[in-house]
């Protein structure tokens, strides 16, 4: 569903790479973790694959659409969750999912029917009608999570997205991911919280230094050896340090 | 003292931060010397005008104190018009609380720094402008060295009366923008007609001391000294009774025209007694007010928004309509960025007026003179081209929805850029709606000046479209710029954008477009003028040109636009 080929990146102001080399190929059905130390890459990797950063080299496929030539229609089957909660403060909740909606082409009447339902899951309901700049950290988080599934994407692409969450919605979250997958999507996320990917991912992808150094089915990791993932992620990410 | 060295240094350099998040060009900063270069050589001849009338004033008021201390605050008014009011209010927007209040430095001392950054912010900004007043005002004066010895002093006093003033404007200002309620659209609407409130009673207080008026004995052009007295006298009369009440600013002049070194020292210490006093005010009465302020960005006012109305409708309305719509209501709700995206829009009709105030045409019930020179065929010709060159520069340097239209969208860019819509149809909603703000803007203006200046009607109607067409290129060229390098990461509006060097392009590239349209008809107007207004082909040929010039700049600028922008933002880092 998703695949990168040889895809790197260098920021502008920057010369080591964010991203070094990155192959990936991620199935339908899967909920895939990515994890890595501060840094690494991950939210570099993830905003390429949501098309709000060129890469330098390398191609991308969005179920078989080349988003380098074909953007629109590889976006229009994403949904994305930033890291940071920079969502436009003086518009209301209710106006920004209009906002959203609408730029993904939903019909009227299944938008609205679509923000009712996600709002009342994430028990958002009540702010909706206030300015998104009075919402806490969680409620925003929220928000940006309700916008990314209302068009029903194929392709859902979170960057952390349990930081923040209340316990209730961080259950419902991983709920829904999961109810997402079943349904012969896939799911894309990236975390520090190894618990969590642990209890959630079906296949997990360690990048450090911009390198991916390793992708494994979480059976295969625990079949491997006395191993624990904690363990597994600190060597393999602890190498790259001593360097 | 060192926390608060420290914090005055951090806000200082903070506020210039931006986060440049596109591929910089190779010869960045050769480019940059020569664009101020040029602008520079463009600003030169105003520069030079006011230098110039201000050498005059000194020279036949012969440094009257009076004369120097209305100039003091002519500078004064005219830093509280352009500067201050948006740094003062910048000083009260608390978007930064969070960042500071959890510093273990009182309150009083946070305030003080940013007093302090606002204070040498304006000290930047304005310091140029009253030199350029004070100093030739003294050389025509024939004032002695201590004038000039003192004036670096003076540059530094005179900033605090403007900012005490800045401060009080802006409590009861936001008071009452609070009083008007929960819908934050309305609350940029009424800052911006307060603005110009103020502003148009600077002008009218400016006007009323009228230098030029008051003369009886006879023809100027026989006998221009005893004019010239007459008039001095009069205005030095007028003066007179009025300029001793801002002692402060009186008392500084008195030190710089000082003789001897007892009035200097008089001078000095009264004026820097007042001044320390004004100081101690300013931060006396607007302390509470920026707690009260704190208390309530950092409690927010949820508690108002609760009762705001709960319906809204749940629409598609296609993309371009809706962008449109957040766009505005974003910007309208932003306080920051509102104020300066929709203040040009009502400034350019209010300067119509108050030129038309200005020009004498509406004085002493002397609708005759009106009548006489509208029916003048020479009039009719050369006034719109002035008013509208004028006019055109204005509305292309000050339309900020369309210098920023990338930079505004801040740290949310990445939304647009995550968007299945092609970047084309987000600039189409763009351009638009910052046409559409100019559109309005030009079109009041348009309807002012046909109404007011005598003005026929088609004329009017020729300025409109020229204008439009003027401004939609420009505006195309500052969409390119700003998608070349956008300024991202920004915390405050007006010193993070609305000084760099974008403001200075478009008001370059304004200024050439002023340039060639007067190029274009000034050959029209000549042979116009030759035939004794016989002539009416010439003048319709002019507007023929000038219509002409205007669609190929627009068409133009925006293929160039239209073939790079999308490059350009799919480059952007965000
Ligand atoms: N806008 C930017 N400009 C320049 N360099 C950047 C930028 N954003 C990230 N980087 C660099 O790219 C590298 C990867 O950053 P990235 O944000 O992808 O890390 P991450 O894995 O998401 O880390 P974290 O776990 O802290 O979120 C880092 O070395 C970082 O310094
Ligand atoms: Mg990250």
């Known amino acids: 569903m998703i695949k990168l080929y040889n895809v790197s990146k260098t920021y502008a102001k920057s010369t080591v790479k964010a991203v070094d080399d990155l192959t990936l190929d991620i199935n339908a059905g899967e909920i895939f973790g990515f994890l890595g130390p501060n840094g690494a890459g991950k939210s570099t990797t993830i905003k390429m694959l949501t098309g709000v950063l060129t890469p330098d080299s390398g191609t991308i496929e969005i179920d078989g659409v080349n988003l380098a030539d074909n953007p629109i229609a590889a976006k229009s089957i994403e949904g994305f969750v930033p890291d940071n909660h920079e969502i436009y403060d003086t518009l209301k909740g209710i106006e920004y999912l209009n906002f959203i909606g609408t730029m993904y082409g939903m019909p009227t009447e299944l938008l609205k029917q679509k923000i009712a339902e996600y709002a009342a899951l994430f028990d958002l309901t009540e702010a909706l009608p206030n300015m998104i700049g009075s919402y806490s950290h969680g409620m925003k988080q929220k928000l940006s999570i309700i916008a990314a599934v209302i068009h029903d994407p194929k392709v859902w692409i979170l960057d952390e997205p349990l930081t923040g969450l209340d316990p209730q919605s961080a259950y419902q979250l991983k709920q829904l991911m999961r109810a997402w997958a079943d349904r012969g999507n896939t799911v894309f996320f990236s975390s520090h919280v190894i618990d969590v990917v642990e209890k959630v991912c079906d296949r997990i992808g360690i990048i450090n230094h911009g390198k991916l150094v390793a992708v494994d089915t979480l059976e295969n990791i625990r079949a491997d050896g006395k191993l624990s993932l904690e363990d597994m992620f600190l060597t393999i990410t602890s190498d790259g340090e001593r360097k | 003292m060192r926390k608060y060295l420290s914090l005055v240094k951090m806000l200082f350099v903070q506020q210039y931060k931006t986060r440049v998040t596109s591929l910089p060009g190779k010869k960045r900063r050769f480019g940059s010397v020569m664009l101020y270069l040029l602008m520079a050589v463009c600003f030169a001849p105003l520069l030079i005008s006011v230098a110039v009338a201000m050498y005059y004033m000194g020279k036949f008021s012969q440094g009257d104190l009076y004369v120097g201390t209305f100039l003091m605050l002519a500078c004064q008014g005219f830093v509280l018009m352009f500067g201050v009011h948006s ?58 060295v201590g004038y000039y010895l003192t004036l670096p002093a003076a540059l530094f006093l005179i900033l605090l009366l403007p900012m005490l003033f800045g401060s009080i404007i802006a409590m009861p200002l936001s008071a009452l923008v609070t009083l008007f309620g929960k819908n ?13 409130l103020i502003m148009a009673l600077y002008m ?25 007295k007459d008039l001095m006298d009069g205005f030095v009369e007028r003066l007179q009774s009025v300029m001793p009440y801002f002692h402060s600013d009186y008392m500084l002049m008195m030190c710089m025209l000082a003789t001897n070194a007892g009035e200097w020292f008089v001078g000095m210490a009264l004026t820097l007694i007042e001044n320390f006093a004004l100081l101690a005010v300013m931060f006396a009465v607007s302390l509470p007010f920026y707690r009260k302020m704190l208390a309530m960005s950092v409690e927010g006012s949820g508690s108002s928004e609760r009762r705001g109305k709960k319906t809204y409708s749940v629409k598609n309305r296609g993309v371009v309509r809706e962008f449109i719509r957040t766009d505005v209501k974003r910007t309208l709700r932003d306080p920051q960025v509102g104020f300066q995206s929709f203040a040009g829009l009502i400034m350019m009709p209010v300067i119509v007026v108050i030129l038309y105030f200005f020009m004498g045409l509406s004085s002493e019930g002397d609708s005759s003179f009106l009548e006489f020179i509208g029916i003048t065929p020479l009039y009719q010709v050369i006034a719109p081209l002035v008013i509208m060159a004028y006019m055109t520069f204005l509305g292309c340097s000050t339309n900020v929805l369309g210098l920023y239209p990338v930079s505004r969208e801040n740290r949310s860019l990445y939304i647009l850029k995550s968007l299945p819509v092609p970047f084309g149809k987000i600039l189409l909603a763009k351009v638009l709606l910052s046409t559409a703000v100019m559109l309005t803007g ?34 195309c060229i500052c969409t390119m710029l700003d998608l070349r390098q956008p300024k991202i990461g920004w915390d405050n509006f007006n010193q993070g954008l609305r000084n760099a060097k974008n403001s200075w392009i478009a008001m370059f590239i304004a200024f050439l477009c002023v340039l060639s349209l007067v190029i274009v008809s000034v050959p029209f107007v000549v042979l116009y003028g030759l035939t004794d207004g016989e002539g009416w082909y010439f003048s319709l040929c002019m507007w023929i040109m000038d219509l002409a010039l205007g669609v190929g700049f627009a068409a133009v600028t925006y293929k160039i636009m239209n073939g790079k922008a999308s490059k350009y933002f799919d480059r952007i880092e965000v």
Not at chain 2, 114 to 131: D, F, G, Q, R
Not at chain 2, 442 to 470: N, P
């Open chain 2, 184 to 196: 934050s659209a309305i609350k940029t609407i009424l800052r911006i007609v307060i603005y110009v």
């Open chain 2, 442 to 475: 030009d079109f009041v203006s348009c309807v002012l000046i046909v109404a007011l200046f005598g003005i026929k009607w088609y004329y009017g109607l020729a300025m409109l479209a020229t204008m439009a067409l003027i401004g939609f290129g420009s505006m």
């Open chain 2, 204 to 228: 009218y207080v400016m006007y009323s001391f009228g230098f030029l008026t008051g003369s009886e004995n006879g023809n100027f052009l026989d006998n221009p000294e005893v004019v010239i």
């Open chain 2, 87 to 144: 740094i003062m209010s910048n000083v009260f927007v608390v978007k930064d609380a969070e960042r500071l209040l959890f510093l273990p430095v009182r309150s009083p001392v946070i305030f003080f720094a940013k007093l302090t950054v606002a204070y040498l912010n304006e000290l930047l900004t304005s310091a140029l402008a009253i030199a350029v007043a004070l100093v030739p005002f003294g050389l025509g004066a024939g004032a002695g």
